[in-house]
């Protein structure tokens, strides 16, 4: 998220899946869209009837591949390389789209005197604290920009408990309303020279040598997708996880952000960035957010520094003098309102200080490995398998036999509730049943039919679900379970007044409930979150509305529209009316499918072309129009200069269309808010056979975190002679994640029965692994055995001369359900990215032998002989 | 996964490895032996070599029934002619009366079969002359009504003398026993032989006449067990169809189509091979000889009755069971010739 | 197509078809499972085959859609839409319903039947279960479920169509890769994607609809790239009714020459004395 956040302003998909329908040109990267997205891939194959070219770069040669004109072969973890090439190639046959670059983005921006960047310090940006591990972003600020030192023992957007989500806007460490240009792109230092500069070594040749990718397979890919730029054509980059689970993750995200600046793809049909995010709520799960560093709508929640001791100060960190975090203090009032209703007003600080205060890694990782030291009592997993599902499964599920409590909620029972009878742990002797002190609950979950509720899927779009039957039994909603767990809370605090107990008094809770078992019902919930007027009682309609004095409240600004009054559920509608959707269901914001629309016309206000038409400036009426909501202030014409004593969307020029950003461009450098640098830095795995040919100083991201400790070992990077093969874990589409949902049920399971490892031809004759026979892989964590499927779509890549064979696992199997298997991810390490501190799954280290490994604690000494040998 | 459920699996790896090391090649998917070429789908492997046609999915009962169907048949054309043109009353009934129990011990067997046997009747839904099963209920049901009216004419006869009832039935019962009987001692090559087994519709032609001339000669064969060895017609009727018999064999032998190789290998060739010759040669040496040696004529001919018995069942098993592997070969349909092979492990 | 209506506004009487276009398919299985779920079907084994991703093997009493798999070259550059060469295609294999059924013409209980769509119906309150149908299909599609004790095959979602809807496969297809209409729609429709297709300079595309056998063509057409043997789909395949002609005219011969020799044994030598 912070990498589409930080570059563009938010941090989710720019652009609906429909709109690729338009496109000229897809590059699918991180992601196999065909296998993960089915349904919306089918405007990818619309598109390539119509002559859109599909270039799909991968490790493996998968479904997605299988669909498109062009398939590369990539070395997992060598995306940054790839993508670098692009941009430099761009640069260096000046295929950039000139007057959307010069005019929406920052590259006419002036930096620092004393910026330095990776390339003259040898992998390292200016600010790197050596003992702390961590950067200071001062040195990267534009030049002119005050930076922001009150409070805190960090930067903004730097604090080290942080998170990465809080706004992912970027740029809050600095004024970055003040800023100077040049707009003839000249100046040594303005950010097009830095960006030509950083990206010199990304040579064709480079990409060759460093991803396997034959030279001219990789000019193929460079021509064709920078063809797609320019007033009459567009081309749209997808990717998903096999960007985002990786330790250069979100650097990885905005490198494709640069390149799609550059081309001037954003904003704009057929363009932009699709982030494929998975589940069919999973969007909705960060704008409501399950996640411990932000509050919903993408607000920070706040930190345990000065930053947070008074409300004033949080607002003050957080806002922006211009663009439209101008208006954060109205948001966060009118969420503030929603959660503490009579209790938030503007003497008690509207309740800021109900809110509780992030004092650490309070990520699942984090809290995991605390959970493994004993630190953690009790702890909810509700729809989540992580015995299965979690890098280093073994760590996982010793770690919740510390707990003194677990709660699953879940359709069947899953692995992480049967933990402590049936685990591998106990199967091998080293967990036992009866040294178990965990109380563990399994409490029955409704499924989707059975309950009413929304969907926000991967294109901001939120769907409405009705109930169809009643739960079976003592099958529960979510939204039951949390209601009535919180109303018997608020009980019990009710009788017990303590300043603990102030916040849980304070809250609101009353939900209306209906039907045998007091289900709440689930539009009220919707209508909060949507918001009212609290003078009039009246459902708002836009998030515009939204104010800072207390007469209005909103659980989520941003999906603010979707119930604009009492009889209207706009999440519910099915009536498309044109191409986009438009009438099927909300996309926040404001129902815009295309956000950033303003940069689909030109700085003057006419659209690009009649082909890209899409929204523009209608001089007559004084407003914009057009073919979607206008993603800008709708009667701001494009010659507006801005105006910084308005805030908001008025202090921001009329041709800029990034109104989350204060200065309204898109961000090829990020002046703060990424941890790991401003621009994107190639870095090797944290695990890798190779060296990093680019840094050789700096083998990983210097401000990743390996949590490297006893219980998640590492294999020595580069040449760890045990572990000579890469390894890539992904999905099917058969199944679902970690198989709750699909091992379960029969007619998933015998499409796809058992745990395969995908290897090449040469590396089943190699290790003599039969077609169909159990081969077992190897990772300092643990080793699994799966059965070969032996396929020419694996293709070792060249690197100096040799061979890097890749190992391919899908991680669905697990020991519970119609169909079970060895746990995939048991081989993986827990790893935390510097800034959203999630774990690198895409590219690992393995070995690969014949056979299956034994039953029992004969496992162990296996993995105890193999990691000893030859250290 | 349960124990049971695990170990099942590790039963079955076991048992494709050890298929695998047998025969060096094996049938079902799953493991293959090591060394061996890549599970492929191409034009010359087919679609994984696997076979595309589905295997027939009968009972033993049905081979059962086709020998006893077309033994019934001929006996039921004998039962009605024998005594008419000669003194072969005891003949004659002997003949009748196991066509009736012939005809019933027929149905029973292919209701068994039935994979809904309660559903039997459904048979007689309607009459499809293309469909030589629809053909052959019809003609078993009414060969099976006019058995038992010549049975019944036979029984009334004993109590009575010159019942016009009984005139009737005979008459009826006989006439519908020889004219049905000729269908059903023969339809079921054509039952086989109209299928899309390559095999068997290869030999669309001869398998009519030989399951046909095989009943015949079973009829004989049972006839004689129960004591009609004295009967030259019967011992001619037996060498007539064992010249064809072995006239067949010949020529199935002469002729080298491939799809005819479940004939000649394998356990199912074994079967067919020693039909031919428990049907053909042997019979008739013995019967022959039977004409050369009155003492032992009785013995002679109950030999080539037994030879001719269990030669008629070989034949009707063999040829069921080479069905099956005829389904199993996944070239014929897709006509790739079998030099394929060689070129597959050349690459 | 996305959102549109339901309805295919499609009468009984009008002949409906399926092509099945391996150009569009993402391989997914989502035919094969809407299938399951609509006709209640169970699943049919947990085998891993190695097949590359189809462990679903063939057709049969409890898979009615099943998605094959075929990989071919991978060359770095070259994705699967390129004309250039075949790398991993997936094909939809379904009943055929051909003009001329084999296992129609086989069935004696009158469980199968041609329907008002002209799709091939078996219908299993009728099926007692005799396994012909089973060996007449030249395509290997029909088979006896022998747990249940009858046969079944794809319904062609006759339901549905009944109700105006296509059948539950074609519904479920992200990419229209199943396409369901009326068969001379459809045949055109295959012709105009065959150009298309050998204009992009797929010479090894080709439809699937053998007509000029005794099939006589097929209600669910294919465009697929290649070879047919490399799917299974019979290059020649034939009604098995085309041999009947001769194996009557055989059986015929040899039961007259049975009673013949019948009569003359018994009449030359069956006199004692």
Not at chain 1, 29 to 50: I, N, Y
Request: with cysteine; proline share 6%; net charge negative.
């Amino acid at each position: 998220m912070p990498g589409l956040g930080t570059s563009v302003g938010r941090g989710g998909a720019t652009t609906a899946q429909q709109s690729l329908a338009d496109s000229d040109a897809i590059l699918i990267m991180g992601s196999s869209m065909a296998e993960q997205h089915p349904v919306g891939f089918q405007w990818v194959v619309e598109a390539r009837e119509h002559g859109c070219k599909v270039i799909h770069v991968d490790p493996r040669f998968t479904r997605t591949s299988a669909c498109a004109d062009i398939w590369v072969p990539l070395r997992a973890g060598s995306d940054i390389v790839f993508l670098g090439g692009l941009i430099h190639y761009v640069l260096g046959n000046d295929k950039w789209f000139k007057e959307y670059v010069v005019h929406y983005t920052n590259a006419s921006t002036i930096l620092r005197d004393d910026y330095v960047d990776a390339e003259d310090a040898g992998g390292l940006f200016s600010g790197w604290d050596a003992e702390k591990k961590q950067y200071s972003p001062e040195t990267w600020l534009y030049k002119g920009s005050e930076p922001k030192k009150d409070g805190g023992q960090a930067a903004p957007g730097h604090h080290p408990a942080g998170g990465g989500h809080a706004k992912d806007r970027g740029g809050e460490a600095g004024k970055t309303s003040q800023f100077e240009t040049d707009e003839t792109l000249q100046h040594p230092r303005c950010v097009f020279q830095v960006l030509k500069r950083h990206f010199a070594r990304y040579t064709p040749e480079m990409v060759e040598q460093s991803c396997g990718v034959p030279r001219d397979v990789f000019l193929k890919v460079a021509e064709t997708y920078a063809a797609a730029s320019g007033r009459s054509k567009t081309g749209c980059i997808c990717y998903a996880v096999g960007w985002t689970q990786h330790s250069t993750g979100v650097q990885i995200i905005r490198a494709a952000a640069i390149l799609q600046l550059l081309l001037g793809n954003f904003g704009r049909p057929g363009g932009g960035i699709l982030a494929l995010r998975g589940h069919a709520s999973i969007q909705g799960s960060t704008d409501i957010p399950t996640l411990y560093d932000i509050l919903p709508g993408y607000m920070p929640m706040p930190f345990f520094d000065s930053d947070s001791k008074t409300f004033e100060q949080y607002i003050k960190q957080h806002s922006t003098e211009a663009g439209l975090w101008t208006k954060f203090e109205d948001f966060m009032v009118s969420f503030l309102k929603a959660w503490y209703g009579d209790a938030a007003t503007k003497d008690s600080q509207w309740g800021f200080n109900f809110l509780p205060r992030v004092t650490g890694d309070h990520s699942e990782l984090g809290y995991w490995l605390d959970m493994a030291d004993g630190k953690l009592e009790g702890l909810f997993v509700m729809g989540q398998n992580p015995a299965v599902g979690a890098p280093n499964g073994r760590l996982q599920r010793k770690a919740m036999a510390n707990l003194k409590w677990l709660v699953v909620r879940d359709l069947v029972e899953i692995e992480t509730a049967s933990f402590w009878k049936d685990s591998p742990e106990i199967e091998r002797g080293e967990l036992r049943t009866e040294d178990i002190a965990t109380e563990v609950f399994l409490m029955p979950a409704a499924g989707p039919a059975e309950k009413s509720g929304s969907f926000t899927n991967t294109q901001r779009l939120l769907q409405w679900h009705n109930k169809a039957v009643e739960p079976p039994g003592d099958a529960r909603s979510e939204l039951w379970f949390a209601y009535h767990l919180g109303r018997m809370l608020k009980e019990r605090a009710a009788r017990e007044r303590t300043p603990k107990n102030a916040a849980l008094n304070a809250l609101t809770w009353d939900l209306p409930t209906e039907g045998a078992v007091a289900e709440p019902v689930a539009e009220v919930t919707l209508a909060e979150i949507n918001g009212r007027d609290l003078t009039t009682g009246k459902l708002l309609s836009t998030f515009e509305d939204l104010k800072r004095d207390g007469t209005t409240m909103s659980g989520c600004w941003i999906y603010t529209g979707v119930k604009p009054d009492e009889h209207r559920n706009v999440a519910n509608e099915r009536s498309a009316h044109d191409a986009l959707g438009h009438g099927w269901g909300f996309a926040w914001p404001k129902d815009t499918r295309i956000i950033y629309n303003r940069a689909s016309a030109a700085p003057d206000g006419s659209p690009w072309s009649e082909e890209k038409k899409f929204v523009w400036w209608d001089s007559e009426k004084r407003e914009w129009t057009g073919k979607d909501i206008t993603d800008f202030k709708k009667d701001m014409p494009p010659d507006h200069k801005r105006d910084l004593s308005k805030g908001g969307l008025e202090a921001i020029d009329g041709d800029k269309p990034f109104g989350m950003h204060s200065d309204g461009r898109g961000w090829l450098y990020v002046n703060s808010g990424l941890k790991d640098g401003p621009l994107p830095t190639h870095f090797e795995p944290l695990e890798s056979p190779v060296e990093n040919q680019l840094y050789p100083a700096h083998q990983s991201n210097p401000p990743s975190d390996k949590k490297e400790r006893p219980d998640n070992p590492y294999a020595s990077s580069p040449h760890d002679p045990r572990f000579p093969l890469v390894l890539t874990t992904y999905r099917l589409t058969e199944h679902h994640t970690a198989g709750g949902m699909s091992r379960a049920l029969s007619h998933l399971s015998e499409l796809q029965p058992e745990l395969f490892v995908e290897i090449s031809p040469e590396l089943a004759e190699i290790t003599g692994v039969s077609p169909g026979d159990w081969a077992t892989i190897v990772t300092p964590r643990a080793l699994i055995s799966a059965r070969a499927l032996i396929t020419s779509r694996m293709i070792p890549p060249v690197i100096k001369g040799r061979r890097i064979h890749q190992v391919g696992l899908p991680y669905h199997w697990g020991w519970k359900g119609i169909v079970t298997g060895d746990v995939a991810n048991d081989l993986l390490a827990i790893s935390q990215e510097p800034n959203v501190r999630i774990m690198e799954t895409k590219g690992l280290v393995c070995n690969l032998i014949s056979g299956r490994h034994p039953a029992g604690h004969a496992a162990l000494d296996e993995l105890h002989e193999i990691l000893e040998e030859q250290r | 996964m349960s124990e049971a459920e695990s170990s099942f699996r590790e039963n079955r790896l076991d048992e494709i490895r050890r298929e695998a090391s047998q025969f060096g090649t094996v049938q079902q998917p799953g493991i293959r032996a090591a060394g061996s070429p890549l599970p492929k789908a191409s034009p010359q492997t087919g679609y994984y070599q696997q076979h595309l046609l589905k295997e027939p999915q009968w009972t033993p009962l049905v081979p059962l029934y086709f020998f006893v169907g077309g033994a019934s048949g001929s006996l039921g054309v004998i039962g009605s002619l024998a005594d008419l043109l000669g003194d072969n009353d005891e003949l004659a009934r002997k003949a009748r009366h196991m066509a009736t129990a012939g005809s019933a011990i027929s149905s029973v067997l292919l209701i068994a079969d039935l994979g809904r046997p309660s559903r039997f009747l459904n048979m007689l839904r309607i009459f499809k002359p293309q469909s030589a099963m629809s053909i052959g209920s019809w003609v078993l049901s009414g060969f099976s009504a006019f058995a038992a009216a010549s049975t019944l004419a036979d029984i009334l006869d004993r109590q009575v003398d010159g019942s016009p009832i009984a005139t009737f039935l005979r008459t009826v019962g006989r006439t519908g026993c020889t004219v049905l009987g000729m269908p059903f001692h023969n339809y079921t090559g054509v039952l086989i032989g109209a299928t899309a087994i390559p095999l068997w519709n290869n030999r669309v032609r001869s398998l009519p006449r030989e399951f046909g001339m095989s009943g015949l000669q079973s009829a004989v064969s049972l006839l004689e067990l129960v004591g009609e060895t004295d009967s030259n017609a019967l011992n001619a009727l037996g060498l007539v169809a064992a010249a064809f018999e072995t006239w067949e064999g010949l020529d199935l032998l002469r002729t080298h189509d491939r799809e005819l190789a479940p004939t000649k290998e394998g356990f199912t060739g074994a079967l067919i091979q020693t039909a031919g010759l428990l049907s053909g040669p042997l019979p008739i040496a013995l019967r022959v000889a039977s004409l050369f040696a009155s003492r032992r004529k009785r013995r002679l001919r109950q030999a080539a009755a037994i030879s001719g018995i269990i030669g008629s069942l070989c034949l009707r098993y063999g040829w069921v069971a080479a069905g099956t592997v005829s389904a199993r070969n996944w070239k014929i349909p897709l006509n790739i010739p079998d030099a394929a092979d060689v070129q597959l492990q050349e690459s | 197509m996305s959102g549109a209506t339901d309805h295919t506004g499609i009468q009984p009487g009008e002949v409906t078809a399926f092509l099945t276009d391996s150009t569009l398919c993402i391989g997914c299985k989502a035919c094969e499972v809407a299938c399951k779920e609509w006709n209640g079907i169970s699943a049919d084994g947990y085998d891993f085959t190695g097949w590359s991703y189809d462990n679903t093997a063939a057709l049969g009493h409890s898979t009615w859609r099943h998605v094959k798999f075929v990989e071919g070259h991978i060359t770095p550059g070259i994705g699967g839409n390129s004309a250039q060469q075949l790398s991993w295609e997936f094909s939809s294999d379904v009943c055929k319903h051909c003009e001329v059924a084999g296992c129609l013409e086989a069935c004696p209980t009158g469980s199968l039947v041609r329907t008002e769509f002209g799709s091939v119906l078996l219908q299993p309150d009728i099926c007692n279960g005799c396994s012909y149908c089973v060996i007449s299909c030249p395509f290997g599609v029909v088979q006896k479920n022998e747990d249940d004790g009858r046969a079944f095959k794809c319904t062609f979602c006759t339901d549905r169509q009944k109700g105006g809807l296509m059948p539950a496969c074609a519904k479920a297809c992200p990419t229209e890769s199943i396409k369901f209409g009326r068969l001379d729609d459809l045949q055109v429709e295959a012709q105009v994607r065959l150009a298309t297709l050998q204009a992009r300079g797929m010479s090894d595309a080709q439809i699937y609809d053998p007509t000029e056998t005794s099939v006589k063509g097929i209600h669910a057409m294919f465009i697929i790239r290649g070879e047919a043997e490399t799917y299974n789909l019979p290059p020649k395949p034939e009604v098995p009714t085309i041999y009947l002609k001769d194996a009557w005219k055989s059986a015929a011969f040899e039961a007259v020459a049975m009673v013949g020799a019948v009569v003359a044994s018994f009449f030359f030598l069956g006199r004692k004395g």
